[in-house]
DNA sequence: GCCGTTTTCGGCCCGACTGTTTTCAGTCG
């Protein structure tokens, strides 16, 4: 029995509640008790007594109990007898909530998707109270849109939509300052839909401007603080909502939408214990008494705690733990892993140089693709040493930074390394990756990168599981596994930042705090190096302190480590 | 259902928008 079992049962439970209309609050004790499980970092058999977690207590506890000894659930099968199955999907259908799902049920007998969809075009449902023409009509088309909308979206995806409203609002005259929120803000894998904030005196003219972005498709909800459209982008339709707030209570308004939304109940409760009252307006205290700071660092002092990284602000354990040292983006000083037009990058090495100097990085290394990889055009070992020469060439002229050569080396599918020791011996920095053959079985792959941690040359092994978000799953090796053979040999596992992987992914370097690590963004192109801070946020998602990644080293440390920590590798 | 140096009962975060009301419930973030 694993702990994302008994996540999943305490979940399903809490919708089915939902569904019955049980006490709200008696739902959520499920929500938090299935939370307070995910977020304790013990394994299940570590934990005896479940009800020693805050936020389950008896009840939950022998819920917990039963399918931990038995693996049923008599709660579940109870509650499944009475609310059907059906039911559950409905859910998702944009203005139905347990509520009206319960009264069509009751009302109507409807129990699938299907005999809602029937009752709507029957006009039964507008003859309910509480329902009338214009919600049948919407749920109508929602019920018809179910499924053919996705109900998430990849952040690289989001990011793309996020660059063009950028670039949308910044033209627009009347908006004072603008930011993106919610949970791309806080740099989340996916996202259901993008938020923003502007702050502006004049909201008549930029809801005006909004309504007429052209990419838009769909308005969906219309008021005097917020404005919800559908996008289209790249084939896809997302939501967008934009919160128009005066300027004073703009950085309020930012911090309440950046949520999470967990993350905001703990900072009301702070907030409540000091008889105040937190909102999107301000802090009110209590003699009515407005504070509305100028800065989002201003807010968290108030409640006694340093500015939290949006890419922390999740589920509230983030207020309980010592911050101090992690990792921030201006600590990274080199980045160590990037191609040139040598192999499949669009840039040659001294436009990767310059732009690299212009990100004011103290360090650098070239790692174009090996020989085997024809596809990305892959270095012939005489290309490599070329290469080599060229960057020797090119370290002299920039005083700036520091210039290695590298290579990111397959790991061919046998297991064997894609250049010799003696080729390798002549680089500074070699990357070992898989590129190739992703449906060995596991022990293959285990083999594989075993091979790789196990070559005195091999400083790190890039993007360790290959998925792309939302695409592809990777390779799928023994994670537990790779960490521990990574600690054992002295390689650094990488945090590829190329929002397209993140890869290692924030749960991974949570769950092993002491493999080192290196943030990297794999640059095909100079504009790809801004790529860095999604690598960044998801380190700090993962609550990594800076000393754990290579790359936070000083130029003349990071010297050392290339000429001599080499025989640090065991 | 959970929780508690004011509490073992009475709270549990707060506000906007929609659609239906004729002063508000439901939904959403």
Known sequence: MSKKEIIKLLEKI???MELKGENTF??????????????????LDEIDDVTELKGIGKGVGEVINEYREQGKSTTLEALQDEVPAGLIPLLKIQGLGSKKIAKLYKELGIDSKDALQQACEAGKVSELSGFAKKTEQNILEAVKALGAKKDRYPIDQIAGLSLEIDSYLSEIEAIDQFNVAGSFRRFKESSKDIDYIISTDDPETVQQALLEIPNKVKEVAIGHTKISLELSYDDETIGVDFRLIEPSAYYHTLQHFTGSKDHNIRIRQLAKERNEKISEYGIEQQNGELIQYQSEAEIYEHYGVNWIAPAMREDGSEFDK?????LQLDDINGDLHMHTTFSDGAFSIEDMVKANIEKGYQYMVITDHSQSLKVANGLSVEQLLRQNEEIKTLNDKYDEIDIYSGIEMDILPNGELDYSDEVLAQLDYVIAAIHQSF???????????ENACKNPYVRHIAHPTGRIIGKRPGYEPDIDKLCEMAEATNTILEINANPKRLDLNAEVVRKHPNIRLTINTDAHHVDHLEFMEYGVATAQKGFVHKERVINTL???????????NIK???
Request: no cysteine.
């Open 568 to 570: 640090l590798k065991k």
């Open 14 to 16: 809490a919708v089915y």
């Open 554 to 564: 000083s130029r003349e440390d990071f010297k050392d480590f290339i000429e001599n």
């Open 26 to 43: 008696k739902v959520s004790a499920y929500r938090k008790a299935a939370q307070s499980l995910e977020t304790d970092e013990r394994p």
């Open 322 to 326: 010592s911050l101090t040292n992690i």
């Open 439 to 449: 449906n060995q079985p596991q022990e293959e792959i285990m083999k594989r990168l």
